[in-house]
T-cell receptor, first 114, second 114 residues
Framework: ETGVTQTPRHLVMGMTNKKSLKCEQH?????MYWYKQSAKKPLELMFV???????ENNSVPSRFSPECPNSSHLFLHLHTLQPEDSALYLC?????????????FGDGTRLSIL | AQTVTQSQPEMSVQEAETVTLSCTYD???????LFWYKQPPSRQMILVIR??????QNATENRFSVNFQKAAKSFSLKISDSQLGDAAMYFC???????????FGKGTKLSVKP
């Protein structure tokens, strides 16, 4: 139990569907992250939020839309996804963005695009 | 740009034996942090050990220790007295000392034989 909870654990959707991934942390952390983990590739940072403000968008297509209503919750809204978007999506949080504050990860959402 | 390289896609170790996982990185920064994360089949990314670049002493956490060679930009992980529960993907990661991003290697899959 790391204190970072992601739902759903698995998600199968068609390319025209709209769905959302949810991440929640009650660790008192101020920074939250979305990562994409594909087979045979390093984890890719997608978005960073610090004190609810988006500080980084790592050239992610607009079909992925993040939302951070407060420091404890982070969403990833999905719309018109492509088959290559099938992957494990990991959420993480940290006390701050500095390197001496390690990131704590959730269990991820396994996303499959039909 | 910083990069992290894990040259061993897969490794195997006998239970109770010792194994070393390799990691090299490239950076022009002088202040940074290095991490080893473990990802078992449950998918949760778990922090194993952390090293601050300004510290010469190698970090240790119970059966896990690192060999940090700053000049060579090498950061290997040694697992002593390997246990079946150590079987997992192991990721080496780098973060700059200021507000940097966590950069991961491709990972090494460790199998533990009974």
């Amino acid at each position: 139990e790391t204190g970072v909870t992601q739902t759903p654990r698995h998600l199968v959707m068609g390319m025209t569907n709209k769905k959302s991934l949810k991440c929640e942390q009650h660790l008192g952390h101020n920074a939250m992250y979305w990562y994409k983990q594909s087979a045979k590739k390093p984890l890719e940072l997608m978005f960073v939020y610090n004190f609810k403000e988006q500080t980084e968008n790592n050239s992610v297509p607009s079909r992925f839309s993040p939302e951070c209503p407060n420091s404890s919750h982070l969403f990833l809204h999905l719309h018109t996804l492509q088959p290559e978007d099938s992957a494990l999506y990991l959420c993480a949080s940290s006390l701050s963005r500095q390197g001496n504050q390690p990131q704590h990860f959730g269990d991820g959402t396994r996303l499959s695009i039909l | 740009a910083q990069t992290v390289t894990q040259s061993q896609p897969e490794m195997s170790v006998q239970e109770a034996e010792t194994v070393t996982l390799s990691c090299t990185y490239d950076t022009s920064e002088s202040d940074y942090y290095l991490f080893w994360y473990k990802q078992p089949p449950s998918r949760q990314m778990i922090l194993v050990i952390r090293q601050e670049a300004y510290k010469q002493q190698n970090a240790t956490e119970n059966r896990f220790s690192v060999n940090f060679q700053k000049a060579a930009k090498s950061f290997s992980l040694k697992i002593s007295d390997s246990q079946l529960g150590d079987a997992a993907m192991y990721f080496c990661a780098y973060m700059g000392g200021s507000q940097g991003n966590l950069i991961f290697g491709k990972g090494t899959k460790l199998s533990v034989k009974p």
